[in-house]
C-alpha cells in the first residue's frame, strides 16, 4: 500500500513538474496588455523602412509577380480550418511588424525566407533572411467548404478589411484614428508593430488574434476575434494607454472611397453609372432613432457630426447591390461589404464623426467615419474599448424600418402650371405638405431651385395601398429654405416610395440641411409614428 502511494505521489509530482514550464511560459493577452503599458513610458520609435534597393525599383506590375507560395501556409500541415498568407515587402508596405505564432506551448517569432514566395521576377542582388513580412492574411472555407479564401486582411499601420461570404474586399476597418479629418493638422497612423497569431482548433469556427499598437500618443493591447460566414463578426477588446494628451481621437474608425453615385454630376469621364465602395453612414442613437446620410461628391473638405450619447452602432455601408448600377465585371463595386459598429458597455456623449475629401481618383480613399468621444484622453489615461464590427450584405434589422435606397439631385426649370380643372398629382395623392409657393421672380445674386427624389423600401412599407400615402415629414436649415412643392408617390417596380420635393435655398454659399422621413399618417402629427429611418443630406449651392 505505501509503494503505491510513493508511486502515486510520485507521478503527480513528475506531472507538477512537466506542467510548471508549459504554464510558465503559456502566453496571454495580459502580457500584451503589459508591453503595451511599458512601451507607453519610452519614446515613440516607429517601425523602420526596410524596403531593400531592389524592390523599390520594382514597379506595381512587377510586384503583383511575387505571391506567397500555397504549400507554406502556417498550420497548412495541420489541415486546420484556418490557415494563413502572408504579405511580401513592397512599395505599399516598406514596414515589417514582427508577427508571432501562438501554440499551447509557447509564443514564437516566425521566421522569413525568400523560398516561401513565389518570384516571377528576378531579384538581383537575393534579398536578405530576415526582411521579414508586410502583413498577413487569413483564410477560411468561407464560400465552399474545399476551397480556402482569405476574409482578413492586415496590412500597413492599424488598417485591416474584412469581408462576409460571396464579398470582395471594400473598405478598411483601422485600430485607432488620430487627427484623422482634422483640416489643417497632421493626421498620426497608429501602428500595430506586432502580432501574435493564436493556433485554432481542429474544428475551431473562430479565430483569436493580439496585436500591439504604437504612435507618438498612444499604445495599446488589442484582441481580436474573428467568425467568419454570411456576416463576419470581429469582436474587438483593446486597453489604450495615452503618452500625450490627444487633439483629436477616433474611436473605431473606417476608412472608404467614395468617387460618384446617381446623385453627382460629375463622373470624371468614366462609363460606370457609380464608383463607391460605401455610399452613405447609417446610426442608431442612443435614443433608437435611426439616421441615414447618403455620401456626396464633396465640392470641399467637409466634416458632419452626429451628436449623441452612447449609442447603440453606426457604419458605413454599401446599400446599393444592383450590378446595373455600376456595370464593373472585374472590381465588384455591388459585392462590396457594409460594415457596422456595436458598442459594448456605455460610451458616453462624443458625437459620430464623417469626413469626406474631394477626389478623383477611384484608387484613394477619401471618407472617414469614427466615433469621437467628448471627453478627450489625457496624457497617462488608460482607456479600455469592448466594441463588435460586423461586415455583411444586407441586414433587414439595420434599420427596422423602411429606408432610403437611392437620392437623385436635379437643378430642374419651373414645372408649368396644370390646365384648369385639372388636379395636380401633388393632391392625387394626398399629399400633407403646403401647397407650392408660387416661384419668385429671378432677380441677380438669387438663388437657383433644387430638385431631390427619394426612394424609400423595406419593412413592409410596400404594404402600404396607394391611396393612403405616409405622412411626409420634411424639414430645413436655415429656415428661410423655402419648400416649393413636394410630392409622395408608390413605385410600382418594387411597391417603393418616391420622395420628390424642390426647395429655393436661402443664399449662396451657405449650406442647406435637409430632413426626409415618412411617418404613419396620424393626428394630430405629434404622434406620428416614424415608418422610415431619418434621412439627411447637406446641399452646397
Request: proline share 11%; net charge neutral.
Amino acid at each position: 500500500m505505501r509503494l503505491h502511494l510513493t508511486l502515486a505521489l510520485i507521478v503527480v509530482l513528475l506531472l507538477v513538474i512537466t506542467l510548471r514550464p508549459s504554464e510558465r511560459h503559456r502566453f496571454t493577452f495580459a502580457q500584451v496588455q503589459a508591453s503595451a503599458q511599458q512601451l507607453a513610458q519610452k519614446p515613440y520609435v516607429p517601425l523602420p523602412d526596410t524596403l531593400p534597393p531592389q524592390l523599390r525599383k520594382l514597379t506595381p506590375a512587377q510586384e503583383l509577380g511575387i505571391f506567397w507560395n500555397d504549400k507554406y501556409r502556417l498550420w497548412r500541415k495541420y489541415g486546420l480550418p484556418f490557415q494563413v498568407d502572408f504579405y511580401h515587402l513592397s512599395n505599399e508596405g516598406r514596414t515589417s511588424p514582427k508577427i508571432n505564432m501562438v501554440d499551447s506551448r509557447r509564443a514564437r517569432a516566425l521566421a522569413f525566407s525568400p523560398a516561401f514566395f513565389n518570384y516571377r521576377v528576378p531579384i538581383d542582388p537575393p534579398l536578405p533572411p530576415n526582411l521579414g513580412y508586410a502583413g498577413f492574411y487569413v483564410r477560411y472555407p468561407i464560400n465552399k467548404p474545399d476551397s480556402l479564401d482569405g476574409f482578413f486582411s492586415a496590412l500597413g499601420a492599424s488598417y485591416f478589411r474584412v469581408v462576409a461570404k460571396d464579398q470582395v474586399y471594400g473598405l478598411s476597418a483601422r485600430g485607432l484614428a488620430i487627427n484623422a479629418g482634422l483640416d489643417g493638422k497632421t493626421e498620426e497612423f497608429p501602428e500595430f508593430k506586432e502580432w501574435w497569431l493564436h493556433e485554432p482548433d481542429p474544428n475551431a469556427t473562430e479565430l483569436v488574434l493580439d496585436a500591439l499598437l504604437d504612435s507618438a500618443s498612444v499604445t495599446g493591447a488589442y484582441e481580436f476575434k474573428l467568425r467568419p460566414g454570411p456576416v463576419t463578426s470581429v469582436d474587438i477588446h483593446a486597453v489604450l494607454f495615452f503618452r500625450r494628451t490627444v487633439d483629436w481621437i477616433g474611436i473605431a474608425p473606417f476608412s472608404s472611397m467614395y468617387l460618384y453615385g446617381e446623385n453627382a454630376a460629375n463622373h470624371f469621364g468614366n462609363f460606370h453609372p457609380e464608383i463607391h465602395d460605401s455610399d452613405g453612414v447609417l446610426v442608431n442613437t442612443g435614443k433608437g432613432d435611426w439616421l441615414w446620410r447618403p455620401l456626396e461628391q464633396a465640392p470641399l473638405f467637409q466634416i458632419y457630426r452626429i451628436n449623441d450619447e452612447n449609442p447603440k452602432g453606426f457604419g458605413l455601408l454599401q446599400r446599393d447591390r444592383d450590378f446595373q448600377h455600376y456595370q464593373d465585371l472585374s472590381l465588384k463595386y455591388n459585392v462590396r461589404p457594409s460594415a457596422w459598429i456595436t458598442p459594448h458597455g456605455n460610451w458616453g456623449k462624443g458625437a459620430v464623426i464623417l469626413a469626406h475629401r474631394p477626389s478623383d481618383n477611384p484608387n484613394t480613399d477619401n471618407v472617414v467615419l469614427f466615433w469621437h468621444p467628448e471627453q478627450i484622453p489625457q496624457a497617462g489615461d488608460r482607456m479600455v474599448l469592448d466594441y463588435t464590427i460586423d461586415f455583411y450584405m444586407n441586414d433587414a434589422s439595420r434599420p427596422p424600418l423602411a429606408y432610403s435606397n437611392a437620392t437623385w439631385v436635379l437643378n430642374p426649370a419651373p414645372p408649368p402650371a396644370p390646365p384648369v380643372g385639372t388636379s395636380s398629382a401633388l393632391n392625387a395623392v394626398k399629399q400633407t405638405t403646403p401647397p407650392p409657393a408660387p416661384l419668385p421672380p429671378s432677380v441677380p445674386g438669387s438663388t437657383t431651385p433644387v430638385q431631390f427624389q427619394i426612394d424609400f423600401a423595406g419593412n413592409g412599407i410596400e404594404d402600404i395601398p396607394a391611396d393612403k400615402p405616409p405622412y411626409l415629414y420634411l424639414h430645413f436649415d436655415p429656415p428661410e429654405t423655402r419648400l416649393r412643392d413636394s410630392i409622395l408617390q408608390k413605385i410600382g417596380y418594387g411597391n417603393s416610395w418616391r420622395a420628390t420635393f424642390t426647395i429655393i435655398p436661402f443664399k449662396h454659399n451657405v449650406p442647406t440641411e435637409l430632413q426626409c422621413r415618412l411617418m404613419q399618417v396620424t393626428q394630430p402629427q405629434t404622434n406620428a409614428k416614424p415608418l422610415s429611418e431619418e434621412w439627411n443630406y447637406t446641399w452646397h449651392q
